[in-house]
């Protein structure tokens, strides 16, 4: 009563592999967080350059999906002075959602702007919004606004929730606004400057 080998079976064994190699792999980076044990390669790195990364990483994604991807940056910004790989999970995670609730011919917007001694770096999108009983627990591990979307994707539902420890790991704040259902979504990564 052994299953045979099929090509159907042994993709669906290998991504499920890779579904729980994914999901260690987040468990043990939210682990490392929660010990303040989560090992940061910090650099100066100047807001509209992080940006500029999350744009063109993103960018055949965006045009593949008929959505806008632009970035506005205030002039004469301070510098950041993060961990450029682990601030790019962040905004992967939130472009990622981003594009997954704007639809067709939307519009997703990377902004950077100066607020008293912090950076605000902003990804704000067209799309379908978030419900305010959501916004609280938007965070929360493994916590998903839409159950609908549970299983479909193979995402663990810690995504925004590593996202917030990679920020505060960086002395930040990581928040979300939506005026309501179909006005879109603003998630703000706020920073402080880097003054040497």
Known sequence: DVLQP???????????????????????????????????QREVLLPPELLQRVQSAWQTQAQQRQVRLETLAATDLPPLHVDPERMMQVFNNLVSNALRYTPTGGKIMLTAQYATDHVLLMVSDTGKGIAAEHLPLLFDRFYRADPARQDEDGASGLGL??????????????????????????FTVKLPGYRE
């Open 6 to 40: 099929t090509q159907e079976r042994l993709t669906t064994l290998y991504d499920e592999a890779q579904h729980l190699q994914h999901l260690v792999a987040d468990l043990r980076t939210l682990s490392l967080a929660d010990a303040g044990e989560l090992s940061l």
């Open 161 to 186: 929730a590593i996202a917030r420890s990679i920020v505060e790991a960086h002395s930040g704040v990581l928040s979300a606004t939506s005026a309501g259902l179909g006005q879109g979504a603003t």
